[in-house]
Structures are given as structure tokens and as C-alpha cells.
């Protein structure tokens, strides 16, 4: 398919850009043709390439496709070369609609990866939460990954390490150790559902694989998924929806680049020219505020490759909520690891007792904290899953 009828498909219902938003580019485009960079070559704008636009993840590829694993390279956010996809414009996107637009392209160039009956789609995230204790909290940082079958009918399994917690500018670390609710070392869930197909009410990537890059056909799924969050306000629900689909279809290009579109249309998306994703990578986002909070979709600056997620508090913030009672095996758990380094057991029991009891907290968030963070490392197949670790928890999803 070309690629240039492909991406015109994608973006017909799109109006074209006026000339306040076209300006700067066209500015930049002039400039950067009448006077080329000292010692260096004219500026060239190559054309787009459909397989041109791949940057390498730190090293492994040769011996990953020896193995016989596809993968998806993930932008780290390296330098780009020549046929990039930041060559084709004059000037960064000035608004949330134009960068859309070419991450659009950028996804657009990507292969699928396509997955046979028998296989696994493996996603790695890099994961960052913030963890209120009272006025105190943490930054929990981790990594969360997922085996889906790709026929839907097997056991898929989610696996999350917690590598860290670090402060938080503007707010005091807990003081109790270990911190509540935080465990350290790695937890495997494996799950498997009751039907033999699966369940019919969660969109799952076995399903995905299927889908055409339609835009009316996507926008909707889009519109069925918001439907669910009836305890959103309305006005984040087709945000939400985007979110939850594109997570899921990291591993098809080709369908994000639709589902660009349909973000496009969302009202009230703005533009943040810097941000940073889990893993530390500078990009720049498309992102919603309510309520104190900015929702964001971050893509690399260069490539406009998508990245990940992140969400900020705007402004101060403190709220109260039911805290309900520790779980046994929580509480166990905690007591455990207590003794462990010596503390008696008895005075264990006497600080831990009070989280058996339900009362109520106050999560105090400061402004400019990131409440949560992701970022995308790796997608790929696999013919099996990897072996489980001492800690996992097997759980029967309903019909």
C-alpha cells in the first residue's frame, strides 16, 4: 500500500491546518532553505520510508530474531538518523492536533507485529506510582510485565517487580519501614479465564489482532469503551477509552495510528512541549487536565514515536478517603518482614494493629508531583511463558 494514500485515508476528515498554525513551519521551512548550516550539506527533506523510521533498543536484535522472536524496537530517544520522521517538518507541532498528526505518520511506517495461534504477545512497562502515607509519600518505581495469548484462550500471566521508592519534591519520605503497601521483589498473577473463549466484556489484544484500521470502525470501540466508565466525568471518558485501546495495541502500529485520529478529535487537548516518561526519556504530549490532575500521552521528540503516560497534579490537593483494614496476608506479610530484621515480634503486633482497623487518610498530592508514569520498553512474541516466580497468585476471570 502506499504510504502517502494510507496516510491521506487517515486524516480525511481531518481539517487541514490554518494559517496561524502553519505559519511558524512555513517560517522555519524558508530559513532553513536560504541559509544552510556552516560546513554542513543543504537541508534535504527525504521522503518517508516505510520501514525507515525503526530505532534500535540497546543491542539484542540479531540474537532475538536468531531466536526466533519478533520485536517491536522502542524509541529510547537516541539521536535520528537522516530518513527520520522529524525530516518531513520545518518546526515542532504547535498545537496537540498537528502532533498527533505526525505520530500518526511516524506509526503509520511501522510494521505490525502479528501474532499466530500458540503465541504471546509480551509487553515490558516501566512504571512509576506515587504512594501517599497520610502527609508523607513515596515514588514506587517498578516494572510490569504481560504474556496474552494471542488466541484468547490460554492462561496469560502479569508480572510486576518493585525495584525502588524514592522521594517526592515537596513531601516528607514515611518514616515507618517497611513502607505500608509497598513489597519489594517481584509477584507473578497468572490468570486464566472460565469461557473457553474468554471473556466477552474486556477488549483483549487476541481480538485487536483482528481489527481493521478503520477509523469508523475503531472510533466505535472507542465509543463503547467510554460507555463502561459510567464513575468518570463525562468529559475523560473517550480519553480513558484511547488510553485503555492504545496500551493494548502497542504491538500494532498500524491501529494507533488511527486511534491517533479519534485523540485528535477529543475536545480540549492541549499541547505540553516538555515532559519525561518512567524510564527517564525527554518527550513532548497531547494531554486533558480535570480536576487538578493532566493526563498525558507522551511521544518521542524526535521521532514521534509513543512512548508512554503520565499523570501530574496541577495544584495543591488534599483529599480524604475511607482507608479500609490491611488484609490478613498483608498484615502478615508486614509482620514477617519486621522480624526479619529483628524487631520483637511483640512490638511488631502493638504498631502494625492499628492497621486492622478501618478509619480514614488523607492523600495530600503537592503540585507538580507526578501521580503516575509509564514508558513502554518492549513489545514482542514468544512461544511460551517465561517460568513463574515463588510468588504467584492464580485467579479464574467470569464470564
Known amino acids: 500500500m502506499n504510504d502517502l494514500t494510507e496516510i491521506k485515508r487517515l486524516w480525511e476528515d481531518v481539517p487541514p491546518g490554518s494559517q496561524e498554525h502553519l505559519a511558524g513551519a512555513r517560517t522555519a521551512l524558508l530559513e532553513a532553505a536560504r541559509t544552510p548550516a556552516r560546513g554542513k550539506p543543504t537541508v534535504r527533506v527525504p521522503l518517508l520510508r516505510r520501514y525507515g523510521l525503526r530505532i534500535g533498543v540497546a543491542g539484542g536484535l540479531a540474537a532475538a530474531m536468531a531466536a526466533g522472536v519478533t520485536v517491536i524496537q522502542v524509541g529510547l530517544g537516541g539521536s535520528q538518523g537522516s530518513d527520520g520522521i522529524a525530516s518531513l517538518i520545518a518546526a515542532p507541532p504547535a498545537n496537540a492536533q498537528q502532533l498527533l498528526k505526525v505520530a500518526a505518520h511516524a506509526a503509520a511506517a511501522e510494521p505490525d507485529l502479528r501474532p499466530v495461534p500458540g503465541q504471546y504477545i509480551h509487553t515490558e512497562i516501566q512504571v512509576m506510582n506515587y504512594r501517599s502515607i497520610g502527609s508523607a509519600g513515596t515514588h514506587v518505581s517498578g516494572i510490569e510485565e504481560r504474556w496474552v495469548p494471542a488466541d484468547g484462550a490460554k492462561q496469560w500471566l502479569m508480572r510486576e517487580q518493585t525495584t525502588k521508592a524514592e522521594p517526592v519534591p515537596g513531601v516528607p519520605m514515611p518514616s515507618q519501614r517497611p513502607i505500608p503497601g509497598v513489597t519489594?521483589?517481584?509477584?507473578?498473577s497468572l490468570y486464566e479465564s472460565s469461557c473457553a473463549a474468554g471473556?466477552?466484556?474486556?477488549?483483549?489484544?487476541?481480538?485487536?489482532?483482528?481489527?481493521p484500521t478503520d477509523v469508523a470502525f475503531l472510533r466505535k470501540q472507542v465509543q463503547a469503551e467510554a460507555a463502561k466508565y459510567t464513575a468518570v466525568p463525562e468529559k475523560l471518558r473517550e480519553w480513558g477509552a484511547v488510553g485503555t485501546l492504545l496500551r493494548s495495541a502497542v504491538f500494532r502500529p498500524g491501529l494507533t495510528a488511527a486511534l491517533y485520529q479519534i485523540t485528535a478529535e477529543i475536545p480540549g487537548i492541549t499541547l505540553v512541549p516538555d515532559t519525561v516518561d518512567a524510564a527517564g526519556r525527554p518527550g513532548i504530549a497531547v494531554a486533558l487536565e480535570n480536576d487538578g490532575v493532566r493526563s498525558e500521552l507522551i511521544f518521542d521528540?524526535?521521532?514521534y514515536h509513543y512512548l508512554g503516560e503520565r499523570e501530574v497534579a496541577t495544584k495543591d490537593k488534599s483529599t480524604t478517603v475511607p482507608a479500609?483494614?490491611?488484609?490478613?496476608?498483608?498484615?502478615?506479610?508486614?509482620?514477617r518482614q519486621?522480624?526479619?530484621?529483628?524487631?520483637?515480634?511483640?512490638e511488631v503486633t502493638k504498631a502494625l494493629e492499628p492497621l486492622r482497623k478501618k478509619k480514614t487518610?488523607?492523600?495530600?498530592t503537592p503540585r507538580g508531583a507526578v501521580i503516575s508514569s509509564s514508558a513502554v520498553v518492549k513489545v514482542d512474541l514468544t512461544d511460551a511463558l517465561p517460568p513463574l516466580s515463588p510468588k504467584v497468585s492464580r485467579m479464574t476471570i467470569p464470564c
Open 361 to 364: 487518610a488523607t492523600i495530600f
Open 199 to 211: 471473556s466477552k466484556d474486556a477488549i483483549t489484544e487476541a481480538q485487536m489482532s483482528d481489527w
Open 324 to 335: 479500609p483494614p490491611v488484609s490478613k496476608k498483608d498484615f502478615d506479610d508486614l509482620k
Open 301 to 303: 521528540k524526535q521521532t
Open 184 to 188: 519489594m521483589g517481584t509477584e507473578d
Open 338 to 346: 519486621m522480624t526479619a530484621k529483628g524487631t520483637d515480634p511483640a
